[in-house]
């Protein structure tokens, strides 16, 4: 019983996978879009490098009856990539929907959006935990792709675009 | 209305009460020691000591690596350690994840919940779905059995909402693990069940591993386990009532106490009238 339990589980868990506060790494600085990341851990999940597309036909109920219309993404893995060592800045781009941005880090400036630690290279940031909140407003409701757009990552002393990671939201 | 508040194990409340500000955000005490030690930007959290990330770790080769950049991650290994000499002390005294349901299952009248004890084992399903959460991250999909239903990350949004006044957190409710960890964990298996440790008892993977080393433990000369005396029990069913997790079972005009489940919480030896239960050394 707790084993079929606890497989029901994790195959739930695997079908909200790409709808609910939906993982992801990404990788700076990365000229290619190829480098710069996907869905899941570094790698992937299963070794399979996928692109973040949140599909909100695809939420489970419970977040559909108690949250909906907020849409959570996060990541734990920014990888410095690189041969030297940045401060980074983040960025939504494209985004006119409001976004809450919630980080662990005692060393992120919610005002600038930025990790003010450098990163050093081949490392990633260490204890993190990054979380956004799209508040998706009504007139978004019934489109087909509700944001298209990404994150970037900046370099915060010289404002050069180190990294861009394609992020869609859609509802079909 | 009677509640299931029997003679009061205080110290053991207490306890409690230290487990929340040792280990769960906002106070997180010992991660924030930690880390003020080790240097370290990231944010003191009951994440900080993970315990169900580290079993996965365990089964899936990560845990090494893991334990280098924190060490406060070799609880996974000090914790058995210390079940098998003195029996899972964490489970019955600190484990806030435990601890919260099961204090607020106290509070519940009696006819009101449900009671499961005698009826099913909870140690066949706990070594069940233990077997699964290993199986789980040997095959590399940890993670949808892991930190989607993780029990601890639902707790700590609620000690946070309470102490922060935060009472929309949308740690919780922008998932439906979530929701659901939330609602099982706190409620059917928390809050309306006899003992209020209903996740413990059959989805816990650090407390089976506990279990398990408690289990061979108590079978060595030296080591602290909870005793009956036969020749003192009048069967009075009292450590019956107050354990809970359901360790403490009838048998042939005695008791007998299942080291799979027991958690050395001493509910049962403050219960009994008769001083037939002890926590001794073998």
Not at chain 1, 61 to 68: E, G, Q, T
Not at chain 2, 71 to 84: K, M
Not at chain 2, 122 to 133: E, S
Not at chain 2, 181 to 187: G, H, S
């Amino acid at each position: 019983m707790g084993f079929i339990s606890l497989s029901l589980g994790g195959f739930y868990s695997l079908s909200i996978l790409t709808s609910e506060m939906v993982h992801f790494h990404i990788n700076f600085p990365a000229a290619d879009r190829e480098k710069a990341g996907g869905l899941g851990p570094p790698g992937g999940f299963g070794g399979r490098l996928q692109p973040v597309v949140v599909n909100l036909a695809k939420e489970g109920m419970p977040k559909r009856a108690c949250c909906p219309w907020i849409v959570g993404i996060s990541t734990h893995w920014i990888t410095n990539i690189g041969e030297k060592a940045y401060t980074i800045r983040l960025e939504l781009v494209n985004c006119s929907i409001p976004v809450d941005w919630s980080c662990s880090l005692s060393t992120w400036n919610p005002k600038t959006k930025a990790i003010t630690q450098e990163v050093l290279p081949h490392q990633s940031v260490s204890g993190l935990s990054l979380d956004w909140y799209f508040h998706i407003p009504p007139e978004l409701r019934n489109v087909e792709v509700i944001y298209d757009g990404g994150l970037s990552i900046v370099d915060a002393q010289t404002g050069e675009n180190l990294s861009f990671l394609p992020i869609k939201i859609v509802l079909r | 209305m009677r509640l299931g508040l029997g003679k009061k194990n205080w110290i053991r409340y207490l306890f409690f009460l230290i487990g929340i500000f040792l280990f769960v955000s906002p106070f997180a005490l010992l991660a924030r020691f930690a880390y003020l030690i080790l240097d370290s930007a990231s944010k003191p959290s009951i994440h900080s000591t993970c315990l169900r990330m580290t079993v996965e770790w365990i089964f899936s080769g990560r845990l090494f690596e893991a334990v280098i950049s924190n060490p406060l991650y070799l609880a996974v290994i000090v914790l058995p350690i210390i079940a098998f000499f003195f029996g899972p002390l964490w489970c019955g005294w600190l484990c806030p994840a435990g601890s919260i349901p099961e204090s607020l299952s106290r509070l519940v009248p009696r006819r009101a919940k449900i009671d499961l004890s005698g009826k099913i084992n909870p140690a066949a399903i706990r070594y069940g779905y233990f077997a699964g959460f290993a199986l789980f991250a040997i095959i590399g999909l940890g993670f949808t059995v892991c930190c989607y239903w993780c029990n601890f990350a639902v707790m700590e949004k609620i000690v946070e909402d309470i102490f922060l006044l935060n009472l929309w957190d949308l740690g919780i409710w922008a998932y439906s693990t979530g929701i659901i960890t939330l609602v099982f964990w706190l409620v059917i298996l928390g809050v309306i069940l006899k003992g209020g440790r209903g996740w413990c008892n059959f989805a816990c993977p650090i407390g089976a591993i506990q279990s398990l080393a408690h289990v061979v433990g108590s079978r060595v000369r030296g080591t602290f386990r909870i005793a009956h005396d036969e020749s003192k029990c009048d069967n009075c069913g009292s450590c019956m009532e107050a354990c809970p997790t359901w360790a403490v079972t009838s048998s042939k005009n005695s008791v007998k106490i299942n080291r799979h489940v027991c958690i050395v919480c001493k509910e049962c030896v403050v219960a009994c009238r008769r001083g037939a239960l002890g926590y001794l050394r073998s």
